[in-house]
């Protein structure tokens, strides 16, 4: 479709009469639907987060998995399955969270010299402190904080 309107295009440049042929309606792409491999993603918070983040989780949850940080692995995913899963967390702050995580997740998987050590702190502290405020978070965080400390030096 877009080929034959690139074709309506040039002819009408070569002839000198823009507008003059039809151009064909391209239909938006559908969108996938979010299936993470390593966690389980309910509908109903599909459409208040952003599923990009999500799907970066994923992959670098898969990353880990294949480089033996298992123990990193699972408490990256039982924290974002906890923010996730979690009703009294607002949309912002749900979106907050999994920006952090992401960037964790980022951070684990990147090679000592790529890292950024006070992103990272910086991220931990606020970590930290949504773990005071949302109770679903903190069991998770509780444990998730000392492995990825150790992976971070």
């Given at each position: 479709m877009a080929m034959e309107n690139r074709a309506a295009a040039d002819l009408e440049s070569i002839v000198g009469l823009p507008g003059m042929l039809p151009r064909i309606q391209i239909p938006p792409l559908p969108s996938a639907p979010l299936t993470p491999n390593n966690f389980k993603v309910d509908n109903s918070?599909?459409?208040?987060?952003?599923?990009?983040?999500?799907?970066?989780?994923?992959?670098?949850?898969t990353y880990l998995y294949g480089a033996g940080k298992d123990k990193a692995r699972d408490a990256l995913k039982a924290l974002t399955e906890a923010v996730l899963n979690d009703?009294?967390?607002?949309?912002?702050?749900?979106?907050?969270?999994i920006d952090q995580i992401t960037f964790l997740s980022e951070q684990t998987v990147a090679g000592a010299k790529e890292r950024k050590p006070g992103l990272i702190k910086a991220t931990f502290n606020a970590l930290t402190?949504?773990?005071?405020?949302?109770?679903?978070?903190?069991?998770?965080?509780?444990?998730?904080?000392p492995i990825l400390r150790s992976l971070f030096g």
């Open positions: 918070v599909v459409g208040s987060i952003n599923t990009g983040n999500v799907r970066a989780i994923d992959v670098n949850l009703a009294s967390i607002s949309d912002a702050q749900k979106n907050e969270l402190e949504a773990s005071r405020t949302v109770s679903s978070v903190a069991g998770a965080w509780q444990v998730a904080e």
